[in-house]
Each structure stands twice: as structure tokens, then as C-alpha cells.
């Protein structure tokens, strides 16, 4: 009677029919809900606790996507946090080991001895194939944690400290430092503050030319009164030699001039970036709450894991070369273009057949098609080579603690026309800049950028 009433559980052990159906049945019920083929032929205890396990997951995964919708600040602080992270590799990690355990005992509950010859390498490769996945799918999970935990504490500053927005805006130092083989040590190639409104994400880029000269260092600066400052006036004036990019490289190669600001380093920075960032605040008359330095060397390496870049190009621009165009291994044609690294780095960098000054608005127009052009779901498709590429190439001194903010706040920024402002003539003269026209037209922008958002 028992046997007829559970036939899944008392199964007609001399029927290979009866047995191979009730194989597959058992392999099915485990790769729908794990634990259900236990519950109903096995161990009771492990087939409830196979089920507690998977539809508390599953219920965490819908919880998580709800609260994604209303609340997105919620998951990236759990996805940015190493504690949250820790919790969540243990979690899938051992839900990987407790899916290998349920498959594993699902295939000793079928009996393969039992079921028809033929069907017996096909139920062991089905289930087989089903364990690879959900095992190994939870496993490499578990390893996308582990290198999203890596890559947050390797890019983003720890003890730094979050600074508040400065009249209802954050601005950042974007640096995109190149140092190519013919160049001693790193400089900033490009210079640009980003100024997002910490309500609605809108942006404004504004290009700094990296041959501003004369610039006026802001009150409290270690660098008025330095060997920076020759003249006592508080501005950076000694000729062409001084031009706002050269002031990382130096600062950083003496000693006596890193010791101008003792406390960079532990606070995520440097004394050449604090510098440049003192020196950026003097020119445009605003205060920058934290950078963000690219090297541009391996620039390429990010585009390539992104997938590339559609830029729709203007003017045909050489790949290498001199400034006589000799040696070129390559031209960038007019028209839209999908960018590889090595190319897109090209479009930043090419200056032999146009100005300083265009390379700056190309260099503005890739930065705001990185920001635009790529979805979540290419990052997250391919998260892991972006991971590295990132840890390899950039610095912050962005908090750790800061980090859910600025994603959420990113993602509205996204999804907003970005304004630019370039500080290249005839605007202004690098060589003699008139900081009043500068100022004035930093702060008319950014006027002009929140208007459009109220």
C-alpha cells in the first residue's frame, strides 16, 4: 500500500521503466527547486533544509531587486562594503558546496543500476551538467565578490575622510596622467574638474588646460610662500616653466617639496596631486572635494575590457608620428568609429595635425561617451577584466565609505545631458589668463547647469 501511495519514495525497484521515470523525475525536481528530490526519496532533514536554503536565497534575490528599484543606494552599499562583501561570498560559497551535496545525493537516490542501460549515461550527464552549473555558477559568483572586494580596497581610500558638497555641489579632479617612455615619471596630460550637483547628478566638465601658467594658489596653500611661489605674490609666475602640469612631477621628485603636505598619502592622495588640486581650486575659484587619476598608459586596457567606445569622429587624425606627420602607423577616419583601446587612446592623445586645444574637447568628448555609453549589464558582463583594468590604472582618494552614494548618483548623471566648459582661447590666454573672465565663466556655467535641472 505504501508503495502505491509514494511510488517516488517505495519505487518498483525490478521495473527499469519505473525507475528511469522516477530518475529523471527526481534530477528535474532537484535543478527546480534543490532539496525537493530529498523531501520526496531521501532525507527529509536535508531535503528541508536544501529547500530553506534555496528559497531563502531566492527570496533574498527578490527582496534585493525590489529594494534596488525604490531604494538603489541600499545594494551598492552592500556591494561596496568588504563586511557585506565577506558575508555574501560566504553565503554563496556555501550554498555552491550545499548544491554539490544535493546533486550528489540525488544521483545516489535514482539508482542508476535500476534505470534502462541506454538512459543511464544520459541521466549522468544531465545531472552532471546541472551541477556545473549551478555549483560553478555560485563559485564564480563567490570569485566576482572576492574581486569586487579586492578592487574597492586596492582603488578607493579607506580613512580618508567624506567630505560634504560644497554649495550644493561636488567637484572632482579628474587627472589623466601620461607616462610614456619619453617622459621622466608621470604628468598630468589632462586636467578636468567635474561638477556634479549632489541632488540631481547633473554635470559640468570643465577643461583646464594643462599649459595654464601664472595660476594664483588659494589662501592656506603650502605652496604660497615655496620655492613655487619666487616672487612672494602667491602665483605660480615663473615663465613657461611653470605651467600648472609640471607641478605634479616636480613636487613628487624632492623630498622638500612632498613634505609640503605631510598627511597626502595616508589620506589616499599625494603631495603632486594635492598640489595640482591646490593650484586647480586658485585658478577656476572653487573648492574640489576629491580626484581621480587615470593613467593613461594603461587607458587602452579599460576601453578593450569595456568593449570599445562609438565616437563619431570630425577630422582625420594620425596614429603616431611626429609633427610632421612622418612615421604615422595609422589614420583615424572621419565618421562614426567603434574604438578599440589602443585607438580611443590615440583619439585622446593625437595633437600632430591639430591643437592642444582640440585634443582637449576630444579628450572631453571620450570621457563623456565612457560615462554614457556603457549599461550595467555590459559592465557587470564584463565585470571581471574591468576589475583589473580599473585596480591597474586608477587612483582616488574617493572614500570607501562614499561609494554607494556616488554610484547612485552616477547613475542619474548618466542619464542627464553633461555641459562642458573649455578654458582655451579665445576664452582666455594660457599664457596670461584673466582669472576674473575664468571665474566668471566657471560660475555662469554651473548657474546655467542648475537651471536646467530646477
Known amino acids: ?20 521515470a522516477r530518475a529523471w523525475v527526481l534530477v528535474v525536481l532537484n535543478f527546480v527547486l534543490p532539496g525537493s528530490a530529498q523531501v520526496l526519496a531521501g ?19 527578490i527582496v534585493a ?44 537516490l535514482v539508482r542508476l543500476v535500476r534505470t534502462r542501460p541506454k538512459a543511464r549515461g544520459w541521466i549522468a550527464a544531465f545531472t552532471t551538467v546541472l551541477l556545473v552549473l549551478f555549483a560553478g555558477g555560485a563559485g564564480y559568483g563567490a570569485y566576482l565578490v572576492n574581486v569586487t572586494r579586492d578592487t574597492v580596497a586596492s582603488i ?47 554635470a559640468t566638465m570643465i577643461g583646464v588646460p594643462r599649459d595654464l601658467q601664472q595660476v594664483p594658489f588659494p589662501e592656506g596653500s603650502p605652496l604660497i610662500g ?20 609640471f607641478l605634479y612631477p616636480r613636487v613628487e621628485a624632492y623630498d622638500e617639496y612632498r613634505a609640503l603636505y605631510p598627511n597626502a598619502e595616508a589620506e589616499g592622495s599625494s603631495p603632486g596631486i594635492e598640489a ?23 587607458f587602452a586596457q579599460l576601453i578593450d575590457a569595456l568593449g570599445g567606445v562609438d565616437i563619431n569622429v570630425t577630422e582625420r587624425l594620425p596614429i603616431g608620428g611626429d609633427e610632421n606627420l612622418e612615421q604615422v602607423e595609422g589614420w583615424i577616419e572621419p565618421g562614426l568609429q567603434h574604438m578599440d583601446g589602443t585607438t580611443a587612446l ?45 585596480a591597474d590604472v586608477v587612483k582616488t582618494d574617493v572614500p570607501q565609505s562614499t561609494l554607494a552614494y556616488f554610484l547612485d548618483l552616477a547613475l542619474k548623471t548618466k542619464d542627464l545631458p553633461i ?18 573672465t575664468v571665474r566668471q565663466s566657471v560660475t555662469d556655467a554651473l548657474v546655467l547647469s542648475s537651471s536646467k535641472t530646477q
Open 65 to 108: 531587486g525590489l529594494v534596488y528599484l525604490i531604494w538603489p543606494q541600499v545594494i551598492f552599499s552592500i556591494f561596496t562594503n568588504e563586511w557585506s562583501l565577506w558575508a555574501v561570498q560566504i553565503l554563496l560559497v556555501a550554498y555552491a558546496v550545499l548544491w554539490v551535496i544535493l546533486a550528489l545525493d540525488t544521483l545516489r
Open 156 to 202: 578607493f581610500a579607506v580613512q580618508a575622510n567624506a567630505e560634504p558638497p560644497v554649495d550644493g555641489r561636488y567637484n572632482i579632479l579628474l587627472l589623466g596622467g601620461d607616462a610614456g617612455a619619453d617622459r621622466d615619471g608621470l604628468r598630468p596630460d589632462s586636467i578636468t574638474v567635474v561638477s556634479i550637483e549632489a541632488d540631481t547628478g547633473r
Open 226 to 245: 615655496s620655492d613655487f611661489d619666487e616672487n612672494g605674490t602667491g602665483v605660480y609666475d615663473c615663465g613657461s616653466d611653470c605651467q600648472i602640469s
Open 276 to 298: 595640482t588640486k591646490d593650484a586647480v581650486e586658485g585658478a577656476l575659484g572653487i573648492t574640489i572635494q576629491y580626484y581621480v587619476l587615470i593613467d593613461m598608459q594603461g
Open 419 to 436: 555641459d562642458n566648459v573649455e578654458l582655451v582661447p579665445p576664452l582666455i590666454d594660457p599664457e596670461d589668463p584673466d582669472w576674473a
Open 1 to 20: 500500500m505504501t508503495t502505491v501511495n509514494a511510488p517516488i519514495r517505495y519505487p518498483d525497484v525490478a521495473s527499469p521503466k519505473v525507475m528511469t
Open 43 to 61: 532525507s527529509r532533514r536535508l531535503g528541508r533544509f536544501g529547500l530553506a536554503c534555496t528559497l531563502g536565497l531566492v527570496g533574498l534575490a
Open 346 to 390: 590615440w583619439y585622446a592623445r593625437s595633437r600632430h595635425s591639430t591643437s592642444d586645444y582640440d585634443r582637449m574637447s576630444r579628450q572631453r568628448e571620450l570621457q563623456t561617451a565612457i560615462l554614457t555609453q556603457f549599461q550595467p549589464a555590459n559592465v557587470l558582463s564584463k565585470f571581471q577584466g574591468i576589475a583589473q583594468a580599473g
